[in-house]
């Protein structure tokens, strides 16, 4: 079992006096079904799975009345050896998004307290349109998605240790021994091509085969392909999955705002803006919005029209790429799709940290890949693939946008140069 660092969240609330259901969100593959199930027989006495896809009949439990002690009723009428011990017994609505009336029944639940309650489903947002009454102050969210660097390492055999000892010269600005910094730089690369599925970094770490990795996250892929066929609505449907193929042009080229003539010919946000959101929603996508300009709070600052679009794992755009891309990052040979899949990295480990995504770029004359609060103060953040980090950008914002503090990640070792630090790109999941 690959461990996770949400276990420890569904302990937390596990754990909490007065608690609302829990709904744990998340892009298909992501890994909730497998850690929920096995927090709910570890964690309780009695556990009740109900998954509405695998068994379609038990949506006909919630056609009725939904008062707590109705459902316990029909859930026992299908599943005889259901035990239903207030405090004890924990109950798992899995793939929630099948069952809208379900979804409304979180609310009974929730006033209910007796039995702790998680609903999990991917595309849940797909399906609220659909519900009767949305249980509005009856649920608490939990977002998951794949693994991060740090649950990587993990399931490399990397240990906490090794992790803490890396951190201290994160805190320290103090270089890390050369061949730890080779081995982490190897380490990053390859979650660079493997990604965060959870199916994905089992194999691999089992077989140390990319070819293998390959074939599940394009299978992966396909999975995606099919849930925008099997949720989104009428001419929705080619448009998201045309939004989704575009996503290597739009970051293959230097100016990476999303341009919908990319996505099709005189394509316009009018046609294709919708669809995109969709993306968004679904947990598939991340946006990173333009800002006029550098000044906290970003989000006042955002313009909501100009954005870059990052996949939710690197691994996964890595596979939408042509055969031997992966051999390619790993030699550090990948053209005008290295510094894209860069970015996609970081931008996917902020996202990860709960990071909005935020980005400058003045006339094209002067672009910052990411704009992030730190340590209280505005932060530009540059990602190079490589060793070179001289950046015409960085001078010019620090000098002249009043942004006090730089960084730059790339392939170098830790140092500080004025107000401008170089940490390693691995070290992205300090910040």
Known sequence: MLKRKIYEDLLEWKHRKKKKALVVNGARQVGKTYIIESFIREQYKYAIVINFVQRPRFKQIFDGDLSTDSLISQITLLMPDAVFAPGETAIFLDEIQSCPR????????????????IASGSMLGMSYKEVDSFPVGYTERLDMFGLDFEEFLWANQVGIQAIEELCQCFESKSAVPPAVHERMLELFRTYIVIGGMPEVVDRFVETNHFGEALKLQRGIIRDYEDDIAKYAEGSEKTKARACFASIPKQLARDYKKFKYSLVEKNGSARKYGGSLQWLLDAGVISFCHNLERIALPFE???ISDAF???????GLLVAMLEDGAQADIMNGNLGIYKGALYENIIADIFTKKGVKLYYYEYRSQIEMDF???YGGVATAVEVKAADHTKSKSMNAIIANYGVTRGIKLSAKNVGVSGPVETLPLYMAMFL
């Not at 379900?102 to 309650?117: E, M, N, P, Q, Y």
């Not at 870059?308 to 690197?314: E, P």
């Open 300 to 302: 006042g600052n955002a």
């Open 371 to 373: 704009l992030i609060r």
């Open 102 to 117: 379900a979804i409304t029944a979180l609310k009974f639940f929730s006033i209910d307290g007796r039995f702790d309650l």
């Open 308 to 314: 870059k679009v990052y996949l939710c794992d690197t």
